[in-house]
């Protein structure tokens, strides 16, 4: 039973991983723009996409974690300007409803390109993962890159992400602006300038995401939506706007998960969303999220 | 000889002109049409594209060939294909517009079991001939008597008796079994199936675990881990596309393989993308009596032609989707000419043209088939052993057994889940003798 439950754990702390690289984008967007961005999942399928293409044509092994990086911070750094500037920053003063039907408009348009091309035929590049080999715990055997590295890089993009928001003066404003809007602009903060930076990290954090989970799954079209209904529920648990939270929802879910497969694997599909339904019954904000006044 | 009366004359001459517009439309068209228009429903998006569009490709590559030819008894064909990815209610909208607003003659529908269980109706209410492609689930003829509707292909009972047959018969001393499957209609349909026939012929196997992930999982690791565990002597999956891949290829970075014994009814569909990252000695299923190096066909000028064209253009071997298109269009073709020439030469009315699907024998890229008189299609189940071989960077087949369809196919009139609780050892034992792959 103990070794059952140290193979659960290992399995929920690799799937919470890969969970909280795309969560922390969203909520991270959502927390600054007060923007739900749809297209978000279809960040982390490019990011993924880029990834594989760019695995593929590093041809040596050594490379392919290189590649990955690059990936990431190309479709960040070209994608999150492109919408951000060419999109988002048009609507931000309307309403929600506008503003969800044109992110979700984007991410039909971002599933169509892919298509276009990358094919439909399911791409694999695992270079990165028989790179690092395999783990045994307890004659199981696991990839390093799922066991350590992936676990490792969220941890690190966690402790980098809030190290940046509460010790640089970029954070600090971007938290200013979070907080309140009007007063951030009223001291000089360039609101413009902080949407931008901080769309573009989001986007390059999606992109990473996928540009991680690539030597791990098959890309097909439509794998941005598994993961965006998978991050929604991670942030709508959370709390919007909660990093630190989307990482303990994103752990909390990865281990409901796989302690399901365990032992009652006909609740696997339906945990991260029983989770979700029991927290906001509880708590309608989200297990960090905090009530907020409007003025009516 | 009778007079002519002033009478019998008008009401010749009215019945004549009224015919057209009394008759229903579907009861004439003995005069030749211009072109014959077909309704292709597939998957254009989604997962399941990776079906979808090599289905496509191949109506494209065959129509074109065909028209080449001169077409279906001179009358060229053109098709008009609709996306079945939005779901049900949009592919009945689709389909009633392409029967009523684009003329289609025949509608070729579909891919997804859900979607040939409602276009069937349609079809009876618009009085359409349908041919159901590619959809595999058994339900369809046992539940429902379809005037319209035939299928140019087997279904989901032998093609899960078959593998399961070859599993008994290469590894008769099995004693756990493990499921992994896609939770949706096919993943639980098939494993109810294997369950059911298992416990027929060998009742004491164990099932260790039930794993059904979600349908369209990308990260299988928990249950690799599970499995790893427990150590089945069987994983059993008909998982398909991307999901199969990235099941495979996780399961051979973590060594899985080394500890089980792998069924994948679906697996030759993979083949080309996983390489050989798929080890040897897995049992491979292929949808049916087809593969691009089949056992009897692949030396033929027909196969050999057509995956060299299918190549050339798309860049990719044919996998089943685009042999089960390939069966549809040939099956129309030879209806089409049978009908014409049971007509006397005239061109035949759908309620002909559908008589003449109905025990209708025809050959296809691969072999020979029949169409049963209750429209379901009757075809041999390919199933073998993966085997790597210097001439292909992916795993062929090797050991391959053609199962016949008396043998894994439930008669007609009788229910697939109940029938497959009589099959037996003796079942196990009628199965034909391997055939080795040959370069």
């Known amino acids: 039973m103990g070794l059952l439950l140290l193979l659960a754990t290992l399995d929920g702390l690799a799937y919470a991983a890969q969970l909280f690289m795309v969560a922390v984008g969203l909520t991270l967007v959502f927390g600054v723009l007060k923007i739900l961005n749809v297209a978000h999942g279809s960040l982390f399928a490019i990011g993924a996409y880029l990834a594989s293409t760019l695995v593929g044509l590093a041809g040596a092994p050594e490379l392919s974690l290189l590649a990955l990086a690059l990936a990431a911070m190309a479709t960040g750094a070209v994608m999150g300007p492109l919408i951000e500037r060419g999109l988002l920053a048009r609507i931000y003063e309307k309403e929600h409803v506008l503003q969800l039907l044109v992110t979700f408009a984007l991410f039909m348009i971002l599933e169509d390109v892919q298509k276009l091309v990358w094919g439909v035929q399911p791409l694999f590049e695992d270079a990165p993962v028989r790179l690092l080999g395999q783990v045994e715990v307890g004659g199981i055997f696991y990839t390093a890159y799922q066991l350590l590295l992936l676990p490792g890089v969220a941890a690190v993009a966690l402790v980098a992400l809030t190290w940046f928001l509460r010790r640089t003066l970029l954070g600090r404003t971007i938290v200013a602006v979070t907080h309140d809007r009007e007063a951030a602009t009223a001291i000089g903060i360039d609101v413009r300038r902080v949407h931008l930076v901080t769309f573009t990290i989001g986007a390059g954090l999606a992109a990473l995401g996928g540009a991680l989970a690539a030597p791990t799954t098959s890309l097909v079209p439509g794998i941005g939506v598994q993961m965006i209904v998978l991050s929604f529920a991670v942030v709508a648990t959370a709390g919007l706007g909660q990093i630190e939270g989307a990482a303990v929802t994103a752990l909390l879910i990865g281990l409901a998960r796989s302690l399901a497969v365990y032992f009652a694997p006909e609740l696997e599909v339906v945990i991260p969303y029983l989770l979700m339904v029991a927290v906001l019954l509880v708590r309608p904000a989200g297990l960090f999220g905090r009530t907020v006044l409007q003025r009516v | ?439």
Not at chain 2, 206 to 231: M, N, W, Y
Not at chain 2, 318 to 329: D, K, R
Not at chain 2, 334 to 359: C, F, H, V
């Open chain 2, 1 to 439: 000889m009778a007079a002519l009366t002033r009478r019998a004359a008008l009401a010749t001459t009215t019945s004549a002109l009224a015919a057209p517009w009394i008759l229903p439309r579907s009861a004439l068209g003995q005069q030749k049409p211009a072109r014959i228009r077909l309704g292709i429903s597939t998957f254009l998006s989604g997962p399941a594209s990776v079906f979808g569009v090599p289905g496509r490709n191949a109506a494209d590559l065959l129509i074109a060939q065909l028209n080449a030819r001169g077409g279906i008894a001179g009358v060229p064909v053109e098709a008009l294909v609709i996306d079945e990815a939005p779901g049900v209610n949009f592919l009945l909208g689709e389909c009633r517009r392409l029967a009523q607003n684009e003329n289609v003659d025949v509608m070729l529908a579909s891919i997804s079991s859900g979607s040939c269980l409602a276009v069937a109706p349609l079809a009876e209410e618009l009085k359409l001939p349908n041919i159901m492609w590619d959809c595999g689930t058994q339900r369809i003829f046992e539940e429902g008597s379809w005037r319209w509707s035939v299928r140019t292909q087997a279904n989901a009972v032998p093609e899960i008796v078959a593998p399961l047959l070859y599993l008994l018969k290469i590894r008769p001393e099995v004693q756990t079994v493990a499921v992994v499957n896609q939770d949706y209609a096919w993943g639980r349909d098939s494993w109810a199936i294997w369950k059911s026939a298992m416990e027929a012929i060998k009742p004491g196997i164990k099932v260790v675990a039930e794993l059904f992930p979600k349908f369209g999982a990308t990260d299988f690791s928990t249950e690799i881990t599970r499995l790893q565990a427990l150590r089945p002597d069987v994983v059993f999956s008909t998982s398909w596309g991307g999901e199969l891949d990235t099941f495979v290829r996780q399961a051979a970075e973590r060594r899985l393989f080394e500890r089980s014994l792998f069924v994948l009814p679906l697996a030759e569909s993979s083949l080309e993308r996983v390489g050989k990252t798929l080890p040897e000695g897995v049992i491979v299923g292929a949808r049916g009596d087809h593969w691009f190096l089949h056992p009897t066909a692949k030396d033929t000028e027909r196969l050999k032609g057509f995956v060299t064209e299918y190549r050339k253009r798309f860049g990719l071997y044919p996998i089943y989707p685009t042999f089960h298109m390939a069966q549809a269009l040939f099956a129309l073709e030879a209806a089409y000419g049978k009908a014409i020439a049971a007509n006397g030469g005239a061109w035949p009315s759908r309620e002909q043209l559908m008589d003449t699907l109905r025990g209708l024998e025809f050959d296809h890229l691969t072999g020979r088939m029949k169409i049963r008189e209750d429209g379901q299609g009757l075809e041999p189940m390919l199933i073998g052993l993966s085997k790597h071989v210097p001439e292909y960077p992916f795993p062929v087949l090797d050991r391959m057994v053609l199962f016949p369809p008396e043998l894994v196919m439930n008669p007609m009139g009788t229910k697939g889940l109940e029938w497959v609780k009589t099959l037996s050892m003796e079942t196990v034992a009628k199965t034909p003798a391997p055939i080795p792959y040959k370069a």
